[in-house]
């Protein structure tokens, strides 16, 4: 019997992570690498639109988004329209650590599709994306 698709992928996610946590063990991050690489490519990102990107929930948020600030990674900027929402934005220190993230995501993708083509590589991304586009318009309640 094959392995069901969502289990390989979440085995797979397992592994990335596992590796990325052992390779950048000397920064105090932990595990929310990717969070922070949101945060920083969405220039005045809030906790809400986070959630939505990550697809869970506002405690999962505001958990990773304390952990992120606690460390000095993350600040809250209060939205000058909207008293109510806060603006995510990374700090210096984050700024410092980003491309030593950056550069491990790449190996750690290198590593992982170090046997394929450049073009199985774009057919892999592109079956993902569909994949993903599938179960979204199915499930539209998944990024709600």
Known sequence: MKEPIGRKMDKIGRMFQIMLQDDLKHLDIDRSFYPLLLIES?????QQ???DKLLCDKVQVVRIVDYLSSNGYVE???NQTDKRKYELTITEKAKLVLPDIKETLAK???IAVHSLSEHQVNELHKMLIIIESNLLSYKSEIVK
């Open 42 to 46: 969405g220039k005045g990102i809030t």
């Open 49 to 51: 639109e986070l959630a």
């Open 76 to 78: 809250r900027v209060q």
């Open 108 to 110: 750690v993708t290198g």
